[in-house]
């Protein structure tokens, strides 16, 4: 069962323009959130996350919002560029074990 | 400083072989993982260790086993290779206990099962 849904395959938006993606999850007993980024022939890196005391964390051009009672979260990031472009993927735990649930990714194409 | 490197980077085992990928970290990170990725699915983890001589188990530790002898080094055994185990595997790593510390992720290694 996927526990961490992110339902946009792919994403494309034009440089300077807003880029949103979206992830939803169903256990309730998640309580930390992450989004992680990837290029190709790479690991991924870690870009921001929330933990669910909060409904809002921003790090520079990248803003999560987290909506507890619709257990869906957003990613945006303002101004798109074009190194931006890459695999993102969202990700929720919880304090109380090691298992971390990923998205399968959403890919973003950001266009010059 | 490597971070986290992961040998080898690409493999083809037939059906019934056995392999080991290895997952080296200089960071002296207490805690590493080891995820396999697959189309249309997120990361997904096999095992985990807390420290050294320590593992557990992950989502999807069948097939798999992993040994921690040395704190920088983490080893995933596929002792009778499927065609379900073709996938990209990553090796992460992350100072603090517990997953909402920042995982650090190996390049990945490639394997194909035939």
């Known amino acids: 069962d996927q526990q961490v849904k992110q339902n946009s395959p792919s994403l494309s938006v034009q440089e300077g323009r807003i880029s949103i993606l979206n992830c939803d999850y169903t256990?309730?007993?998640?309580?930390?959130f992450l989004w992680y980024k990837k290029y190709p022939a790479e690991g991924p890196t870690f870009l921001i996350s929330?933990?669910?005391?909060?409904d809002k964390n921003e790090d520079g051009r990248f803003t999560v919002f987290l909506n507890k009672s619709a257990k869906h979260l957003s990613l945006h990031i303002v101004p798109s560029q074009p190194g931006d472009s890459a695999v993102y993927f969202c990700?929720?735990?919880?304090?109380?074990?090691?298992?971390?649930?990923f998205g399968a990714g959403t890919r973003l194409t950001v266009k010059p | 400083n490597a971070g986290v490197t992961q040998t080898p980077k690409f493999r083809v085992l037939k059906t019934g072989q056995s392999m080991t990928l290895l997952c080296a970290q200089d960071?002296?990170?207490?805690?590493m993982y080891w995820y396999r990725q697959d189309p249309g699915m997120g990361l997904r983890l096999i095992h985990y260790?807390?420290?050294?001589?320590?593992?557990a188990k992950g989502e999807v530790p069948d097939g798999y086993n992993v040994s921690r002898l040395k704190k920088q080094n983490f080893l995933l055994g596929l002792e009778s290779a499927a065609p379900s185990q073709t996938s990209v595997y990553f090796c992460?790593?992350?100072?603090?206990?517990?997953?909402?510390?920042?995982?650090?992720f190996g390049p990945g290694t490639r394997l194909t099962v035939l």
């Open positions: 990700a929720a735990t919880s304090n109380t074990n090691n298992d971390m649930r």
């Open positions: 929330i933990s669910s005391i909060k």
């Open positions: 960071m002296n990170h207490e805690y």
């Open positions: 260790s807390v420290g050294e001589g320590t593992t």
């Open positions: 992460a790593s992350s100072i603090l206990a517990g997953t909402t510390d920042t995982q650090y």
């Open positions: 256990n309730s007993m998640f309580d930390y």
